[in-house]
């Protein structure tokens, strides 16, 4: 009855999630709501549109502001720009086609989108100017101006081409952890081929001189998404992703880098010069910071994608990490990476926005419902939250020390701490392939180096009394608990972290519902951008505090005997919650 029973569950609770979502209407990415499909091309000498400057990034900038004036001789509330990279978004891109006969006109949907109404006066003039934050992204721009609003849009007008300096220059390096404490990845996006140029990383410890170690590169076609959006108008070019391993650091040592690309004549395309610190060494006792969250997502500083405000409190998270970027060692973002959701331009804005953090701390990634889950794909849900992407963007764009790379857990040792992060979107019940890595994974640390040991999902596989868990008993996963809490118990996992619900929670510590001085203290950190979701009216007895707002975690070690934890929200970096956890010497 076991099975049949597990089937019911999940059932139950994805039933929830969805009825969860529709209910405060959220969940849907705004360039979704564009029916970029049924558009219609209809230019009218009387409409114009016209952006400036034309060259961007003449200084080597990867972001710069643009002007759009535009003007119709009719003006209506559901009037819209749309911000589209390539600049040519004709009939003459679409996948197969030759320029004519039946199908869509526009194939590709913008990179983002304003209402033209939002520049005052609009209304009453039909003139109006917006202004647009780009990001170097491997191609040109152009602006469409739309009669007819989202569900039937009808272009009447297309700007002049804008470009970057350089469109193909190497950008948004984003470090990681490699497979030995000693290592550490470099990745970054560029619009170089490997036979165009030369991938490397140019670094060493400060006062030294500098060595280089080469790139490898990849990227992926169409053919490698599973779905819609992500394999028709969500599509655009990734580009290359290049990734160096930096080997045999010295703990806790500064090191300057700088990514490059060396072309066929010679010439160096150089990125920004970056610093970062090597991790500490296996139980190395010093002060270690470790800041974790999950469900941020991506916002635009300029205000487009607007629709329903879908993460507009990423923006706050992001900047409340850069506040304390001094303060910080090692970041994990524990899935719903950029709710990119299949549209793939996302990713590139998100990979900027978080720029500051990522080229200077180890930026780990866990898999989320919104990077893998899609009908038929192999995942464990067969919802649609990847929108098509099932998981080849977060897998392709971030790196992590996975065992294999068709399995998207892995373990990660960092100081003092050991983290096991398991896909919550694979199987993870007992007798699976991924149930035998946690079990190896908690069995295998040397607690006299890594006496912290922490599990982290995305989904709750631990407590929850997020209403859309709570509402049916079962505080989490179903079945999640009675496959994975006697392992959790077995090996004295510390702490637990999860996402996916949209809230701050901790337990006590915890074992099979009841609080035990020996238990597991659980914590839900999925506040970090989108939007929130509620708690149960009841609050169950394991549960210590709750906050339905946005925020983050942090752990903080220096020794073997002592951690301590805090929860801080967004809007202001202050603590509203913490623990501290004491260990005798003789137990470690």
Request: glycine share 10%; hydrophobic share 35%.
């Amino acid at each position: 009855m076991a099975a049949p029973r597990l089937l019911l569950l999940l059932a139950l609770a994805l039933t929830a999630a969805c009825w969860a979502g529709r209910a405060d209407g959220h969940g849907v990415h705004p360039l979704s709501r564009i029916a970029i499909h049924r558009a219609r091309v209809a230019l009218d000498a009387s409409s114009a549109v016209r952006a400036s400057p034309k060259l961007l990034g003449s200084r080597g900038e990867d972001t710069a502001w643009v002007a759009v004036d535009f003007h119709v001789p009719h003006a209506s509330d559901d009037d819209w720009i749309g911000v589209f990279s390539p600049s040519e978004f004709n009939a003459s891109t679409c996948p197969g086609s030759h320029g004519s006969g039946p199908g869509p006109v526009i194939c590709s949907a913008p990179i983002k989108f304003q209402f033209a109404n939002y520049s005052s006066g609009y209304a009453g003039s039909g003139k109006g100017t917006l202004k647009f934050q780009l990001i170097n992204q491997r191609q040109d721009f152009s602006f469409g101006l739309f009669t007819g609003g989202l569900s039937n849009p009808t272009l009447v007008a297309v700007s002049n081409k804008i470009a970057f300096a350089n469109p193909k220059a190497p950008v948004y390096p984003r470090l990681a952890l490699g497979k030995t404490w000693n290592e550490m990845t470099v990745t970054w996006t560029s619009g170089y081929a490997i036979s165009e140029a030369y991938p490397f990383v140019e670094w060493g410890m400060k006062g030294s001189r500098p060595g280089r170690t080469p790139a490898g590169t990849v990227t992926f076609g169409r053919e490698s998404l599973c779905g819609e959006p992500a394999s028709t108008v969500g599509w655009r070019d990734p580009g290359f992703i290049h990734t160096a391993f930096l080997k045999n650091l010295s703990a806790d040592k500064e090191y300057y880098y700088k990514i490059g690309h060396m072309l066929r004549n010679g010439k160096v395309i150089w990125g920004k010069l970056n610093f970062l610190t090597a991790p500490p060494c296996p139980g190395q006792k010093s002060l270690q910071r470790v800041v974790i969250f999950g469900d941020m997502g991506k916002a635009e500083r300029d205000g487009s994608n607007e629709y329903q405000n879908y993460q507009l409190a990423s923006l706050n998270t992001t900047d409340a990490l850069i506040r304390d970027l001094d303060n910080t060692d090692i970041m994990f973002h524990i899935g719903d990476i950029s709710y990119a959701n299949g549209y793939l331009s996302q990713w590139d804005q998100f990979t900027q926005q978080v720029e500051p953090i990522t080229s200077r701390v180890p930026y780990m990634l866990a898999s989320g419902n919104h990077e893998r889950d899609f009908p038929n794909s192999g995942s464990f849900f067969n919802g649609t939250d990847s929108g098509g992407e099932c998981g080849v963007l977060a897998e392709t764009m971030y790196y992590a020390p996975r065992e294999n790379k068709e399995n998207y857990w892995y373990s990660t040792d960092y100081g003092m701490f050991r983290f096991c992060v398991a896909d919550s979107e694979q199987d993870w019940r007992e007798g699976t392939e991924q149930y035998k890595f946690i079990e190896r994974c908690l069995a295998t640390v040397d607690r006299a180096k890594q006496p912290w040991l922490v599990f982290i999902a995305h989904r709750v596989l631990g407590y929850s009394s997020g209403f859309s868990y709570g509402y049916n008993g079962a505080f989490a996963e179903p079945m999640a608990r009675q496959s994975l809490e006697k392992l959790w118990r077995r090996h004295r996992v510390d702490v637990a972290f999860y996402g996916h619900v949209h809230q701050y929670e901790r337990t006590c510590p915890v074992y099979e519902e009841k609080c035990v001085k020996d238990g597991t203290v659980h914590v839900v950190v999925g506040g970090g951008g989108s939007h929130l979701t509620n708690f149960t009216t009841e609050v169950p007895p394991w549960s210590l505090y709750r906050d339905m707002d946005y925020g983050f975690g942090k752990l903080t070690a220096s020794d073997e005997t002592t951690l301590h934890f805090e929860y801080r929200r967004s809007s202001d970096g202050k603590v509203y919650d913490s623990f501290t956890m004491h260990k005798d010497k003789q137990d470690v």
